[in-house]
């Protein structure tokens, strides 16, 4: 049986809750929430407090936002940006559904798991 891959994305909303920070290409062909795999013994938070300073050295508790565009430590290619809602409509949003989940509770963010295996 195959180990399946825990991944952990975090959605962070600014104060007015009206935009979210996303990875996408230069292009802006997709949008993802920042995040990576949740490693053994890891919990969720621990993964992606983990990965955003790994990525980006940006730590999960920042008050304030310095800068509209954060570029990914390894892959010039992938930036982090502030998005409204609406703007993430535009394109395709991983994981699929969570733009329509965000418009309905983004004032109520939980944990949730997508399981893609079936």
Known sequence: MKNPKLRAEVMILNEDH????VQCDLSETFYRFPGGSIKFGETAKEAIMR??????????????????EIRHKEHEDIILIWKSIDEL?????????????LEKNN????????DNST
């Open 107 to 114: 004032c109520h963010v939980n944990h949730f798991i997508l």
């Open 18 to 21: 009206s935009k979210v920070p």
């Open 51 to 68: 990965e955003l300073m790994e990525e980006y050295d940006l730590k999960i508790d920042v008050q304030e936002v310095v800068t509209n």
């Open 89 to 101: 409509k535009e394109k395709p949003a991983y994981p699929e559904g969570i733009v329509s989940y």
